[in-house]
């Protein structure tokens, strides 16, 4: 590498990963513009901007010029305005005269930010509903007009369907707005064939200063099943005596006299005082798939589906309403409210050319787990995801929005506002439909895809989308969300916390804006063939498919049904019936798409890029997953399709807290690659390249440190890979171990072994101990960590934290994981020797472990010390004794035979 400025030291590292926290967590408030539209997996537009200024600002400019915080709290630099007059004056170090390709645009972050910079755009994607929201986020539109003709069609479908969205508040009598409808799966038992209604818990609302709770009482014979909780916001203690009064529990203390009308049997407990009823409300008759009937008989939901040949069906039993009063209560369903549900399922059977889709939900969602439940809860079309009431009420205002088309307005492309307002109705659905669960901590609807998954549910909530109020799931939301990204792309602003104030600061860009004057082409297709000439192009940044992690086009295909009945005729995109999944690149096995496809795919697209990229380009991806086999078959296709490795850098990606993150124990952040297209056709040999490393990493390791404050090690590790794997790419494939060409898997041990020279804490363990027990050694000796450093350190082993887990070797929560000791591993390790475990083979921290045990407890190991005693096991077991600081793992291996 020469001494220019890279342009990955321009990244103010430590300051993008809180930039990206605050996003990720509300990105409708940070960066509006990723709001117009659902999709998956969307990186963080600040990661992208500072991507972006970093790859087009030249060699003066520094990290600290992107954006650097002052003592003040207050922050600094291109990052709040590119075209700051004291680091950019005249415009002179940043070159927006360039073009910026993304062969994976997705959601739109690379177009969107370098469209910002000023640079022209171009992307591919497959999928016509990413490409849609890509083209909608730059179209440009005329914001009176569609704020005009959106409300005319919001009160004129209110006008005609505004009823069945109405029930009697029971103490008034008067006519209310409806704003959920709780419903609960019934289903037949297996056994005893009881109608089972299906209830997780039965909790509608906690308590919160603001309103009172409220359950729903299991007792089906009881005449008011609505508990309020206005002073409580947990069960009640065991022992405690309650008397029933005007409808509430009124715990009784010393100065009330009488006799109780309750006395609560366990802790937490609620006792309904309509009937007198006990029961827990967190432990209902259904969870993790299976329920449970009055007569005890346990069974899993799908199989009683499948066997019984049915969809899920479904009954509403309460209702949250705006009272009389102005303010949110909950009632029974009752029959009024049943006939108004009947009518709208009348008012549907009735109407003609209404837009539904009737697309049949297709077997490939069987084919990934994160898809099939759909199929496996017998769902077969996407008609059936939704409830009459909505299907009429959407239907409709597709209708009134596609038909803004055939209007003359003024100052404006009717076909384009006509776009735009069935963007935002389309964007409403995932608030909407029998996926919606309730989420009763907060009192509000969750989204259909909390996790990057169809889950369905067994107590749904179904929305008033017509509602004037501005709550989750009505539609007039999801159109604000719209046109505040359309006002960020005429006006974008950055949003920063101070961290001396405390307070969220606020900085408009005047002179930016999105605009699709700089849309070069947005193509929604392959990129495995690209139009564009060759060398054509200054810098690709992208964000790759993530192997396996995310099935885009099955996921899409919710929203795609609906869009495609308006835009078939018009764009050739949404000619097919589904998204076209044949060409899409992901890891899919049960699709005949495994790693070899993968590969291959990526290898295209990545061959395509650089031939369209210039002599002197640069390519910068984001790539995300959990399992670290996808990090080496990305890395294979990047090389292979003749690009250079220049480095790598960790970044925040998504929210800690995010139920996608916190839930399944994923990796929160990206990994930033670099490549470029530098060659040489010299040969080298991985022996040549650990010689040369080992000095000049521990000058980069230093370096580093440097440059970047409070950089953990397991942070440097991926750092200095990356590094490490410039030397590899650039001489590939002229790289030789034994007289072999070295693949990518060799080089990653190789580079990984080094590292662990350079860092503190090298284990120098002989090459012949496997690498899981190598990895839980190095564990030990490191300490307890969280789950993202732990699977950054495993990164390069082609491990992740799961394959340590699978074998008992790791234990805690997601913040805190701790290496297991071996007395807590020896049922593991004894059902490995007695065949009880299936299990490859025996790992050397296996035989070192269960040694220890015998030694420990004073059983004889001379059985296992004959078979197992090497000198590479006497290594593994003094490298464990130093860790431990226990000289009990030593001792036992330097025990002999005669001992015994």
């Known amino acids: 590498m020469d001494n220019k400025t890279e342009t990955w030291d321009k990244l103010p590292l430590n300051l993008m990963d809180e930039l990206a926290e605050k996003e990720t967590y509300r990105r409708d408030v940070y960066r509006p513009i990723y709001s117009l539209h659902k999709w998956w997996a969307r990186r963080p537009g600040s990661t992208f901007r500072c991507l972006g200024l970093a790859a087009l600002t030249d060699d003066t400019i520094t990290k600290d010029d992107i954006l650097t915080e002052r003592t003040t709290g207050t922050h600094y630099g291109l990052y709040l305005d590119s075209y700051h007059d004291e680091i950019n004056p005249n415009d002179e170090h940043i070159d927006r005269d360039v073009t910026v390709l993304d062969p994976f645009a997705g959601g739109g972050t690379t177009l969107v930010e370098s469209n910002r910079l000023g640079a022209d755009v171009i992307g591919y994607e497959l999928n016509p509903v990413a490409w849609w929201t890509e083209k909608k986020s730059m179209d440009d539109v005329n914001l009176d007009v569609l704020e005009r003709e959106f409300n005319r069609i919001l009160e004129e479908v209110r006008d005609e369907l505004g009823e069945y969205y109405t029930t009697i508040d029971p103490e008034t009598g008067q006519e209310c707005e409806a704003l959920y409808y709780f419903q609960s799966q019934r289903i037949p038992c297996l056994t005893c064939d009881e109608e089972v209604q299906l209830f997780p818990r039965y909790q509608l609302a906690k308590t919160k200063k603001t309103r009172p709770g409220a359950l729903y009482c299991p007792n089906q014979d009881c005449d008011d099943r609505i508990i309020e909780l206005r002073d409580r916001n947990k069960g009640l203690d065991e022992g405690d005596q309650v008397k029933f009064e005007n409808g509430r529990v009124e715990i009784l203390t010393d100065r009330h006299e009488g006799e109780p009308d309750a006395v609560i049997s366990e802790d937490g407990n609620e006792v309904c005082p309509n009937c007198g009823y006990q029961f827990d409300p967190n432990d209902g008759n259904a969870g993790y798939g299976k329920y449970t009937c009055s007569n005890g008989h346990k069974h899993d939901i799908k199989e009683t589906l499948q066997r019984n040949d049915s969809n899920p069906e479904f009954e509403r039993f309460a209702i949250q309403y705006i009272n009389p009063q102005g303010k949110k209560k909950f009632k029974e369903y009752d029959e009024d409210d049943h006939h108004r549900e009947m009518e709208a399922k009348e008012k549907l059977e009735n109407s003609e050319n209404i837009i539904i889709p009737n697309q049949k939900i297709p077997d490939e969602l069987s084919e990934h787990r994160s898809t099939e439940a759909l199929l496996l809860y017998n769902y077969s079309q996407f ?105 960020y792309c005429n006006q974008p602003f950055e949003k920063i916390k101070n961290n001396q104030t405390g307070e969220v600061e606020q900085f408009f860009v005047d002179s930016e804006s999105i605009s699709e004057e700089r849309v070069l082409g947005i193509q929604c ?127 925040q990606s998504e929210m800690p807290n995010s139920a996608h993150i916190s839930e399944l124990d994923n990796a929160e952040y990206d990994i930033l690659v670099y490549a470029n297209k530098e060659q040489t056709d010299e040969e080298t040999t991985l022996t040549e390249l650990r010689q040369n490393l080992f000095f000049e990493l521990q000058d980069m390791a230093e370096e ?62 002989p090459a012949s101990i496997d690498a899981i027990s190598e ?85 004889n190991t001379a059985e296992y010390l004959s078979e197992w005693k090497s000198s590479d096991l006497e290594e593994l077991a003094e490298f464990m004794a130093d860790a431990t600081d226990d000289d009990r793992y030593e001792s036992v291996m330097e025990m002999s035979l005669s001992q015994f």
């Open 383 to 487: 008609s059936e995801l939704f409830t009459d009431r909505h299907l009429l009420t959407f239907g409709r205002l597709f209708n009134e929005a596609w038909d803004v088309r055939d209007k003359t307005l003024e100052n404006a492309d009717a076909q384009n506002i006509a776009e735009f307002l069935i963007t935002s109705i389309s964007s409403s659905l995932e608030y909407n439909g029998k996926l919606v669960h309730w989420q009763n901590n907060y009192s509000i609807p969750g989204p259909v895809f909390k996790r990057h998954a169809f889950i369905p549910r067994v107590q749904p909530v179904e929305s008033n989308p017509l509602t004037s109020l501005s709550n989750s799931a009505a539609l007039k939301n999801f159109y604000s969300k719209l046109r505040e990204a359309k006002k």
């Open 525 to 651: 297709r392959t990129s495995e063939q690209m139009v564009e000439q060759d060398g054509s192009v200054d810098y690709i940044i992208t964000d790759p498919p993530y192997y396996d992690n995310v099935q885009y086009s099955m996921l899409s295909d919710y929203f795609y049904v609906w869009l495609s009945e308006c835009l078939e005729e018009e764009y050739k995109e949404f000619e097919p019936d589904l998204v076209p999944k044949a060409r899409e690149i992901v890891a899919n096995k049960n699709a005949n798409k495994g790693e070899e496809f993968f590969i291959q795919s990526l290898a295209n697209v990545f061959s395509e890029c650089h031939r369209v990229l210039k002599a002197d380009g640069e390519m910068v991806f984001t790539y995300h997953h959990n399992e670290n086999e996808a990090w080496s078959v990305i890395l294979e296709a990047l090389i292979k399709s003749g690009f250079t490795i220049t480095g790598a850098y960790p970044v």
């Open 704 to 765: 580093e440190r440097e440059r970047h404050e409070d950089l953990s090690k397991a942070d440097l590790g991926v750092i200095l890979r990356g590094k490490c794997m410039y030397y590899y790419s650039r001489y590939y494939p002229n790289v030789y171990s034994e007289g072999e060409q070295a693949g990518i898997d060799e080089a990653l041990e190789t580079v990984d072994s080094i590292i662990e020279q350079v860092l503190e804490g090298s284990v120098n363990l």
């Open 775 to 859: 990895a839980y050694a190095a564990f030990v000796q490191r300490g307890p960590e969280g789950y993202d450093d732990l699977n950054k350190q495993l990164l390069a082993k082609n491990l992740n934290v799961s394959d340590l887990e699978d074998e008992k070797l790791v234990k805690g929560p997601r913040k805190l994981k701790e290496p297991v000791p071996a007395d807590e591993r020896v049922h593991h390790i004894e059902g490995k020797l007695n065949g009880n475990i299936t299990s490859d083979r025996l790992l050397d921290i296996d035989k070192v472990q269960y040694l220890y045990h015998l030694y420990v407890t004073d059983q």
